[in-house]
Structure formats: structure tokens, C-alpha cells
């Protein structure tokens, strides 16, 4: 059975054009003001069809990431299928972004198959859940997970659910 360790040790040279082994956070990466205030700043790390939900629940455009308020937020959504050959660079994102933001992201698993592979979960290649990979704050389930709860999730995180 693979480990964490394993995972995390899988070459994954050949996934340069990907662009998620670019140390450029600021500058590659394509972060979504949430709220519009600078308050969140969420990444979409995009590896199936959950992206386009995500998409779909993203209220505006994604841009640059600029200089943090050191009250704002970073979070990284993984949605979408990760595969053990894939599964170390997810987590360099990860590990990049806690080194370069001088936060640790809040980090959220979008849709079933970033939670537990999904349909795809009793592929060789599948890792079962990127909880194998980092913590996870929260779980969004569904296949396709409905961008609402995405967005309602968020709020919950941030604290902006109504009383
Ligand atoms: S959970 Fe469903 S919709 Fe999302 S990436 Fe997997 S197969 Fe696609």
C-alpha cells in the first residue's frame, strides 16, 4: 500500500507544463479575489471537470496575486481527479504557497474525486483522496460537487454565514 511519503516522493519532472511546479505565485498562478475586498484570495488547483465548477462558482476573474493584507486569507481548492503521479505537485503547490504567502492556505477538497477518487477510486493510478497528501480544512462532496456549496463553504470558513 502507498504511503504519504510515497506520494509525496513521486517524480513528477515531466508535469513542467502543467505549471504547477512554477515557484511564481504572484505572477502564474490565477488567484480569485472572493469577495472583492481583498479579504480571500482562492487558488484553483484544476485537474478534471470540477475545475468548471469552480469556475462556475468563482464570483469574478482570476488575476495576479498581489502583496497580502496581513489579515487576508489565501485557500487552494483542489478539483478534480488526482492521480499518484500528480499527487506530489498538488502538494508542492500547497507547501509553496504556506513558503511564499507566509500563511498557511485553508485547503479544500472539491468534489469526490479529490476526496476519495471518485468514480475512478479503484484505479491503480488514483490517489483515494488528497487527505492523503495535506491536511484538508474542508470536503465539498457531490460528482459534479454544486459550485453553491463552494461558495457556501467558504463563507462558512470565513465566517460570513448569516446568524
Ligand atoms: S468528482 Fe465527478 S465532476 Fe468532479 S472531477 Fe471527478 S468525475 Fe469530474
Redesign the pocket.
Given at each position: 500500500m502507498r504511503t504519504h511519503r510515497d506520494l509525496r516522493e513521486f517524480p513528477y519532472n515531466g508535469l513542467v507544463s502543467f505549471g504547477l511546479d512554477n515557484e511564481d505565485y504572484r505572477g502564474v498562478m490565477r488567484w480569485v479575489d472572493w469577495y472583492g475586498d481583498g479579504s480571500l484570495y482562492v487558488l484553483d488547483v484544476g485537474?478534471?471537470?470540477?475545475t468548471l465548477?469552480f469556475d462556475a462558482a468563482a464570483p469574478t476573474a482570476a488575476g495576479r496575486l498581489p502583496s497580502l493584507d496581513e489579515r487576508a486569507r489565501v485557500a487552494i481548492v483542489i478539483?478534480?481527479?488526482v492521480t499518484d503521479r500528480l499527487a506530489p505537485a498538488v502538494a508542492a503547490v500547497i507547501d509553496g504557497c504556506e513558503q511564499q504567502t507566509g500563511r498557511r492556505p485553508v485547503v479544500i477538497s472539491f468534489?469526490?474525486?479529490a476526496s476519495s477518487g471518485?468514480?475512478y477510486w479503484d484505479s491503480y493510478a488514483v490517489t483515494k483522496g488528497v487527505d492523503q497528501l495535506v491536511a484538508v480544512d474542508a470536503y465539498v462532496p457531490?460528482?459534479?460537487?454544486p459550485p453553491e456549496a463552494l461558495a457556501a463553504v467558504l463563507d462558512q470558513l470565513m465566517g460570513r454565514v448569516a446568524s
Amino acid at each position: 500500500m502507498r504511503t504519504h511519503r510515497d506520494l509525496r516522493e513521486f517524480p513528477y519532472n515531466g508535469l513542467v507544463s502543467f505549471g504547477l511546479d512554477n515557484e511564481d505565485y504572484r505572477g502564474v498562478m490565477r488567484w480569485v479575489d472572493w469577495y472583492g475586498d481583498g479579504s480571500l484570495y482562492v487558488l484553483d488547483v484544476g485537474l478534471a471537470c470540477c475545475t468548471l465548477e469552480f469556475d462556475a462558482a468563482a464570483p469574478t476573474a482570476a488575476g495576479r496575486l498581489p502583496s497580502l493584507d496581513e489579515r487576508a486569507r489565501v485557500a487552494i481548492v483542489i478539483s478534480g481527479t488526482v492521480t499518484d503521479r500528480l499527487a506530489p505537485a498538488v502538494a508542492a503547490v500547497i507547501d509553496g504557497c504556506e513558503q511564499q504567502t507566509g500563511r498557511r492556505p485553508v485547503v479544500i477538497s472539491f468534489g469526490a474525486c479529490a476526496s476519495s477518487g471518485g468514480p475512478y477510486w479503484d484505479s491503480y493510478a488514483v490517489t483515494k483522496g488528497v487527505d492523503q497528501l495535506v491536511a484538508v480544512d474542508a470536503y465539498v462532496p457531490g460528482c459534479p460537487p454544486p459550485p453553491e456549496a463552494l461558495a457556501a463553504v467558504l463563507d462558512q470558513l470565513m465566517g460570513r454565514v448569516a446568524s
